[in-house]
């Protein structure tokens, strides 16, 4: 083959004779009949796009004949691919015996929603007690659970219903020794995230008063907190805070034999309790103040639930004065806070067992 050229401005010219033998030989082997196709190795892909579809497409250049409204893509088959593709990789890339883990994780979690009913806040639940915009999902999520902590927080319900105590008190409960409805299990959060900022709130009793008691009062649910009079510079309300992610099991009501008794019979008649439902003493505890309203809204608001409706459940946490703090009749007219002092009884002052 005679391939020649012209310079734009000069006279024709011959290409050198192994330049010419090399692109002759390309053209020769392009110009070769393609193998016959083996179906069982080649994906055929067709794409018809159907009349009316809007397609995408960019402007064709000026004076480009425009494309018809509707563009048949003709078949076209070919060899398979022999790349690796790996398999997409398993919420936040966990291993397969993650993902065991992670099942049986999540057929426990589903196991004691069931067992526990109305008296089960999890995930879900907090989440929607603390989505605003007049309670309506989605609105502004202050309690998110990316896939991470998702998996934590099942993991860590597992973890804790291992240790000897629970597992004794849910064996009771499963064999109707123990009455699944007076407890709750209740997820508990460390910090709220207003949508779309880093910055963390720490889960205190007035960041509940702040930011969630107005959405209450739109869902009318009442109020969170009856009066915010003698202790907005309380330790108890301004600072002490929810410490971490964790699961509790706590009495709904005050536990038996601790109304009408000071502060110390109180914690005697705790720890019969705790034993007779196979919970170490040593390891359960009052809640502290901020738990109280913290338990009436997750159950008000996931539930429609009101707890200590009529009774106060006294903690362990001290006012500025001395008097221990009991907060409690949650009705309407929101949460009372008061103290007294360890030494003196009332009749509807008791407390609630926590483990």
């Known amino acids: 083959m005679n ?154 319900l597992w973890d804790n219903c291992q240790k000897p105590d629970i597992a004794a008190f849910l064996s009771k409960i499963k064999a109707g020794e123990v009455n699944a409805s007076d407890w709750l299990l209740i997820l508990r959060i460390p910090f ?44 108890f309300y301004a600072t002490q805070a ?10 709904k009501a005050c536990t038996p034999g601790t109304k009408g008794v000071n502060h110390d019979a109180q914690a005697t008649a705790l720890n019969a309790y705790a034993q007779k439902v196979g919970l170490d003493p040593a390891l359960t505890r009052r809640r502290i103040p901020v738990e109280v309203p913290y338990d009436h809204l997750v159950t008000l608001r996931a539930h429609n639930m009101r707890l200590l409706v009529n009774e106060y459940d006294w903690t362990d946490t001290r006012a500025s004065d001395g008097g221990c703090v009991f907060v409690g009749d949650g009705d309407a007219y929101g949460l009372g806070v008061f103290r007294r002092s360890a030494d003196v009884s009332d009749g509807d002052r008791g407390a609630c067992l926590s483990r």
């Open 3 to 156: 391939i020649q050229g012209r310079h734009p401005s000069g006279p024709p010219f011959k290409m050198e004779p192994k330049v010419e033998e090399l692109i002759n030989a390309m053209i020769a082997f392009c110009e070769q009949p393609l193998p016959e196709e083996d179906p069982a190795t080649t994906s055929p892909v067709e794409t018809m796009v159907p009349t009316g579809t809007a397609l995408d497409l960019p402007e064709p250049p000026k004076g480009a004949m425009p494309l018809p409204a509707t563009t048949p893509v003709t078949t076209v088959l070919f060899p398979a691919p022999a790349i690796y593709f790996p398999p997409a990789p398993k919420p936040g890339n966990i291993s397969l015996d993650e993902a065991a883990d992670h099942t049986q994780y999540q057929q426990f979690y589903t196991e004691l929603k069931t067992l526990f009913g109305t008296g089960f806040c999890g995930i879900d639940e907090v989440t929607r007690a603390f989505t605003t915009q007049n309670g309506v999902l989605p609105g502004n999520t202050m309690a998110s659970f990316h896939e991470r902590l998702h998996g934590a927080t099942l993991k860590a």
């Open 192 to 235: 709220l995230k207003k949508p779309n900022e880093e910055k963390e709130i720490p889960l205190t009793m007035k960041a509940l008063q702040e930011h969630i008691a107005p959405d209450m009062l739109k869902c009318e649910q009442g109020k969170l907190l009856y009066e915010v009079s003698w202790y907005p510079q309380e330790v």
């Open 242 to 251: 929810i410490s971490s992610f964790h699961w509790q099991f706590v009495t």
